[in-house]
Every structure is written in structure tokens, then in C-alpha cells.
């Protein structure tokens, strides 16, 4: 059983996303901002779950498909879907979403007892409305994502 850390509970607030069908969420430590990106540029030889990179006011963003490290199938690329931006350690990375669904008092985390999200789920969060949505590690997320891209170790060595 994995039971949240001790930051879980520190800021307040966690930023809810749909994704496949599935409810998540981001601490709103490691969120910045909810963007739609309509210019994304491919990357050739890129890793399947990179669908590109954006300029994000002047920074090249790469955009991931959390999907591949959640199990989730794969998304088309859409310059219209809505990106949540998180960042940790320095690294930003644009995450499309099927739809956000707002922001959350993070104030009913509960443990998860089997997770098909793994060591990713760092809890499942009640919300206001009485459904439930899996609290994500987005430090364990964005490695995830360094881990299996070339292209962002590049990046981040320069």
C-alpha cells in the first residue's frame, strides 16, 4: 500500500484533469498554468509519448503524453487540447488533457491500495463533487518522462 508523502498535504490545493476517461491531478506546487499550445513542432526521431515542442513565452516546452508511464493508450497529437504545464527541478513539460476540471482543496487524501498507476499514485484525492481523482508524483512523473527521452536530457544538459 502506498500512502502519501508528507508534502502531500502541504499546498492546499491540487489542479484535476481527465485523461482516457481517468480523473488525476497535479499538486499545484508543480503546476503553472493551463495553456492551449497551437503551434507545437514536431521532433524527429523523437520517442512516441514526445508529441512535440512548444514556444511558451520563450522557452521550448517539450509536450508529453503522460499516458505511456500511466498505462493509458496513446493520444493523437491536437494543437487545440488544453495543457496543463508542470514543472519540477527546472523542467517544464506540457501535458495535454481530454478536459481540466479545476482546482481542489487537497484536504481528503486517501492511501492507494492497489494502483494501476504504480509508484505514480501518490494518493486518491475526494473531491468536492464525490468522485475520486489519483494524486499523482509529478517529480516521479517528470523523470519518467527524462528517463525514456533522449531529447529532454539534451535539453536539459545545455
Do not use: W
Not at 521532433?43 to 521550448?60: C, E, F, K, Q, W
Amino acid at each position: 500500500m502506498t500512502t502519501p508523502g508528507p508534502n502531500a498535504r502541504q499546498s492546499g490545493r491540487a489542479c484535476v484533469f481527465a485523461l482516457a476517461g481517468e480523473q488525476f491531478a497535479a499538486d499545484i506546487r508543480h503546476t503553472r498554468e493551463v495553456v492551449v499550445l497551437p503551434d507545437r513542432t514536431a521532433v524527429p526521431r523523437a520517442p512516441a509519448h514526445i508529441l512535440g515542442v512548444a514556444n511558451l513565452r520563450g522557452n521550448v516546452v517539450p509536450i508529453v503524453d503522460i499516458g505511456f508511464a500511466l498505462g493509458l493508450p496513446p493520444r493523437p497529437a491536437s494543437e487545440t487540447l488544453r495543457n496543463i504545464v508542470l514543472e519540477d527541478a527546472g523542467v517544464q513539460v506540457a501535458v495535454p488533457t481530454d478536459e481540466v476540471l479545476g482546482l481542489e482543496p487537497v484536504d481528503d487524501i486517501r492511501p492507494v491500495n492497489a494502483s494501476p498507476y504504480g509508484e505514480l499514485a501518490v494518493g486518491l484525492l475526494r473531491r468536492s463533487d464525490g468522485t475520486v481523482a489519483t494524486l499523482l508524483d509529478i517529480p516521479r512523473l517528470i523523470d519518467a518522462a527524462r528517463v525514456a527521452s533522449p531529447t529532454m536530457r539534451e535539453k536539459e544538459a545545455q
